[in-house]
């Protein structure tokens, strides 16, 4: 298993920017799912990015293609997520987490590994 910790989360105003990071540490495999998750309360958790750290293009959620932005640093092993034109609708919990396999659908199930999750509040 590999373990996540995320940071970055905070508090801004509607129209602004977070950049998340989460650092990987414990994978033997170079080539795995990552994505983005996030909860609001009462509300189930919503997948919002996806990567596979072999190659092919990121798969973002409606919600947020456009406005958030999902990176790599290989050599650091960690994932970020830019976040520009924040809205009050983005607020919740945000989780990093990584899965063996080539096929990074955004299914929280399908991942095994999870971060402890950031706090992000727009108002």
């Known amino acids: 298993h590999v373990q996540l910790v995320e940071s970055g989360g905070g508090s801004v105003q509607a129209g602004g920017t977070l950049t998340l990071s989460c650092t990987a540490s414990g994978y033997n495999s170079r080539r795995y799912c990552m994505g983005w998750f996030r909860q609001a309360p ?9 990567l596979y750290t072999g190659g092919d293009q990121p798969y973002y959620a409606d919600s947020v293609k456009g406005r958030f932005t ?17 809205k009050p609708e983005d607020t919740g919990m945000y989780y990093c987490a990584a899965r063996e396999g080539r096929y990074c659908y955004l299914h929280a199930y399908e991942y095994a590994d999870w971060g402890q999750g950031t706090q992000v509040t727009v108002s």
């Open 42 to 50: 009462g509300k189930e958790r919503e997948g919002i990015v996806s």
């Open 70 to 86: 999902i990176s790599r640093d290989n050599a650091k092993n960690t994932l970020y997520l830019q976040m520009n034109s924040l």
